[in-house]
């Protein structure tokens, strides 16, 4: 749950990641909640949307929490506890979203690329579809940690450039398996085994190549920014914000990389929580 309340606070920021609409009025809609709602068919596949009182189709976005867990875990249950306060206190202008998602597991078939991508889009899909049914406007902000900043980045920079995708938030994300950590490390390679279907590697790259969001990075891509824990065990800073940031310095996108004092999960605690809320305020200030 520590890590929950980073999200907590920085999705507070969101709302400074576009430039206001004219008409700012709110409407005399009620808040409401649906809980479970079916994005596919298959259980997982279940998202909670909270509504703010108020809202509107001109001025009312969206940001979508993205839980880690190793892409084999994880609930967005998760964030149950915090979800009350985030929509009265800190963020009761915008819709949240707090998605699930398939869990990888090779037994079944499921891998986290391409499946927990496809997903991702899937709800993308779903809440534009029925925005005015919502009345809110399908604008959104990826908010995600650990593998789910994994997923985040990933679909953001390699799911043609979806346009309503407006920035990611990345936090002690992986960004590139190239890296010989991951070669080396047993966690990682259990991991790694189920990440991607085989059969969707294309010809001639490898599968850590494909998996790594680094890979995908053009002049096109999401503003991003990126956070690393200066002694994080499972994402290694010397090297996946080196790579991330040479990546980013060959195109023309909006993007910054810090680094927090602690580890994998250390941003969720002050002084840390403090700077980063402060860096990412500043940085979606400029989109």
Same mark, same amino acid.
């Given at each position: ?71 084999? @875990? ?13 929509? @009265? ?199």
């Amino acid at each position: 749950m520590k890590h929950f309340f980073g999200f907590l606070f920085l999705c507070t920021l969101l709302a400074s990641c576009t430039k206001e609409d004219i008409d700012t009025t709110p409407s005399n809609l009620p808040e409401k909640e649906i809980i479970n709602v079916a994005y596919g068919n298959d259980p997982q596949q279940k998202f909670d949307i909270y509504l703010p009182q108020g809202r509107t189709k001109n001025i009312t976005k969206v940001f979508i929490l993205i839980h880690g867990g190793g892409w084999t @875990s994880g609930d967005k249950s998760d964030f149950n506890g915090g979800i009350p306060v985030l929509k @009265s206190a800190y963020f009761p202008d915008y819709a949240i979203v707090n998605i699930n998602y398939i869990l990888g597991n090779t037994a079944t078939g499921h891998y986290a690329l391409p499946d927990q991508i496809n997903d991702i889009q899937k709800v993308i899909d779903f809440i534009t579809s029925n925005a005015d049914e919502y009345n809110i406007k399908p604008e959104f902000v990826l908010c995600g940690h650990s593998a789910g900043a994994h997923l985040s980045m990933y679909y953001a920079y390699n799911s043609k450039n979806n346009p309503a995708v407006k920035a990611v938030i990345s936090l002690a994300g992986p960004t590139d398996f190239e890296d010989p950590f991951y070669a080396n490390n047993i966690i990682w390679q259990f991991l790694l085994g189920g990440l991607v279907k085989p059969d969707n590697i294309p010809s001639g790259m490898t599968m850590l190549k494909y998996a790594s969001p680094v890979t995908w990075i053009t002049n096109t891509s999401t503003p991003t920014i990126a956070f690393f824990g200066s002694t994080d065990s499972l994402v290694p800073v010397n090297e996946q914000k080196t790579r991330l940031d040479a990546k980013f310095a060959q195109v023309n996108r909006p993007y910054e990389s810090y680094v927090w004092n602690g580890d994998h999960n250390a941003y969720g605690l002050e002084p840390q929580l403090s700077d980063v809320i402060t860096k990412s305020k500043a940085f979606l200030k400029k989109l």
